[in-house]
């Protein structure tokens, strides 16, 4: 993958959790108040079942269970974790806390996919702890036990989701669509239950409330969720967790701009730091010395190739194999063919 096209798909890529930052904005001030699990499972559950009637796809064998992992990890237990955080933490500390998700994945993704764990890695996460902590950490933040332990285990399904989709990739024949739209019911389903045990529903909704949900399912999940996977997809894992920071990155810009929150010169420079992390963990994901500019790592954890890229370097390599031979590759397949007979004159005057 070109320098290129890897800034390209990481600015792509970003788009989502940038989106995600806007989530705290419109909860305060479109949704009903007090409903964090009500506000994930409609963001989640509408948005997977209308990509579930729009591709009319299901999972076949393993992916069943595979789906499942994912949509809990990615989605539901992830939401869960991050709410529940959110009760029990400053949003501060709950931000700083979500910050140890890249070394998760720095650490999973050696031990799954073969990546190689870089000095440029490790600065980086240590880069973005510091920068977020500058941006969102206010000094009244206090520590709770229950709000650091499922900060911790939302961070670890974030960062399970991110490498397990990376080494199972989409199945052979399988929308975008589709992937995205069983991890969404899934998780839709897993928060369901927990919605209607552990809340009340509310008593009335205006129609600020159905806005506010209606953006939270179709921008913030159904959009924002398909240009995740593909990222993930497209991406090394690192790279893309790293790209998550955006989401605090834009709330504190959300908020100087909507809410009247003030952004001083030491937010500015954790914002600064966060931008400086995500541009090293990119840098860091470069191809191994030696290797000619342009050529793609040789691994899925640090490539990042996928769907019609693995199939047009398989064309390109069948074409490569042969063209010594001068022989098209199709031949390769194509039933051998017998050339036609020559017509044989008919005979001259002068013939026998």
């Known amino acids: 993958m070109t ?21 705290y904005l419109v909860t305060t001030e479109f949704l ?13 559950l509408p948005a997977g079942l209308i990509l579930l009637l729009l591709t009319r796809v299901l999972p076949r064998g393993t992916w069943w269970v595979r789906a499942t992992v994912l949509g809990v990890l990615n989605i539901g237990a992830f939401f869960y974790f991050l709410f529940l955080a959110a009760y029990h ?13 890249p070394m998760i994945v720095l650490l999973l993704g050696s031990l799954l996919l073969g990546a190689r764990i870089r000095l440029p890695h490790i600065g980086a996460c240590a880069l973005a702890a510091a920068g977020v902590a500058l941006l969102v950490l206010q000094p009244q933040a206090g ?8 900060g911790l285990l939302g961070a670890a399904c974030m960062a399970s989701g991110i490498v397990l989709t990376k080494r199972w990739g989409r199945p052979e024949g399988v929308s975008l669509l589709a992937f995205t739209g069983w991890q969404l019911t899934v ?33 913030g999940a159904l959009l924002a969720y398909i240009v995740w996977f593909n990222g993930i997809a497209r991406l090394p894992a690192l790279a893309a967790s790293f790209l998550s920071f955006a989401s605090p990155l834009c709330a504190t810009v959300l908020g100087y701009l909507f809410m009247g929150q003030t952004l001083g010169p030491l937010q ?10 995500v541009v090293l963990a990119q840098r860091g994901e470069g191809a191994p010395p030696g290797t000619p500019p342009g050529t793609p790592p040789a691994s899925a954890a640090e490539g990042g190739r996928h769907g019609d890229d693995e199939e047009h370097e398989h064309e390109h390599g069948r074409h490569d194999a042969v063209s010594g031979l001068g022989v098209h590759p199709s031949s390769l397949t194509a039933p051998p063919t017998v050339p036609a007979p020559r017509p044989v004159p008919p005979p001259g005057p002068g013939s026998a």
Do not use: K
Not at 12 to 17: F, G, R
Not at 89 to 101: D, E, I, K, N, S
């Open 3 to 23: 320098d290129r096209r890897l800034v390209r798909i990481s600015l792509l890529t970003a788009l989502a959790p940038a989106v995600w930052g806007s989530t």
């Open 32 to 44: 009903p108040p007090d409903r964090p699990l009500l506000a994930s499972t409609l963001r989640a």
């Open 89 to 101: 933490l400053p949003g501060g500390v709950a931000a700083l806390v979500m910050t140890v998700q």
């Open 143 to 150: 520590l709770d036990g229950v709000g650091v332990l499922a």
């Open 187 to 219: 998780g839709g389903l897993v928060l369901l239950p927990v919605t209607l045990l552990g809340e009340p529903l509310p008593e009335r909704l205006t129609w600020t409330n159905v806005g506010g949900f209606a953006y939270l399912g179709i921008i």
């Open 268 to 277: 500015l420079l954790g914002a600064a730091g966060v931008v400086g992390a």
